[in-house]
């Protein structure tokens, strides 16, 4: 039987598996090297220690998280209203989402994953605006509406109490979505 091998993007993967599960401290490189299945040596062949991991971890969910989101809003198409909902929809998907939840929390300790998740946010944000703006022209609204949008997102993963029985949240989120977005995003006129 010969030698499992494993490759950047494997370590990579395993260790933002790792930070979903349990934030930046269960990224150790014994612990990870045991769940991929090889000793730990193999992974110096790739990285020069563990800072180069967490590293090459944020940049991977950096690009994923914008490039690789923007990339797909664009190919995909569509007006302003199905842009949102899909750039939303891939950044908060089930493989995005526990990562980003936990970056969040790491960036309140850390100073320079704060600055990355700055960046990721304003990006964020940026094209909130750009899309929002197709709507609106006041620059006061399409940040409230921007601000507003974005944190009900993000928001509504870190909210304990339970919705108002007998509504569903799909459907309480699209509701959302038409108060914030307002009726020239709805197909409302």
């Known amino acids: 039987m010969g030698a499992v091998r494993t490759t950047t993007a494997d370590w990579i993967d395993e260790g933002l598996r790792a930070l979903a599960r349990g934030g930046p401290d269960a990224v150790r490189v014994e612990a990870l090297a045991k769940s991929l299945g090889v000793t730990k040596g193999g992974f110096y062949g790739y990285f020069a220690d563990r800072n180069a991991l967490l590293a090459a971890m944020l ?9 690789d989101v923007l990339e797909s809003v664009t ?9 949102i909902q899909r750039a939303g929809a891939l950044t908060l998907s089930p493989e995005l989402l526990p990562i980003d939840l936990a970056i ?13 998740l700055r960046r990721v946010d304003n990006q964020r ?3 909130l605006r750009e899309m929002i703006g197709t709507y609106f022209t006041d620059p006061v609204e399409i940040e409230a509406r921007s601000l507003l949008a974005f944190c009900a997102r993000i928001g509504m993963h870190f909210l304990a109490a339970d919705p108002l029985d007998g509504t569903d949240r799909a459907e309480v989120m699209s509701r959302t979505a038409d108060l914030v977005l307002g009726s020239h995003l709805t197909g409302d006129r």
């Not at 940049?59 to 490039?67: F, K, L, V």
């Open 125 to 127: 944000m940026a094209l």
């Open 104 to 116: 969040r929390d790491w960036a309140r300790r850390d100073d320079e994953v704060a600055a990355r």
């Open 59 to 67: 940049d991977a969910w950096e690009r994923r998280s914008i490039d």
């Open 75 to 83: 190919r995909e198409g569509g007006d302003a209203r199905a842009k």
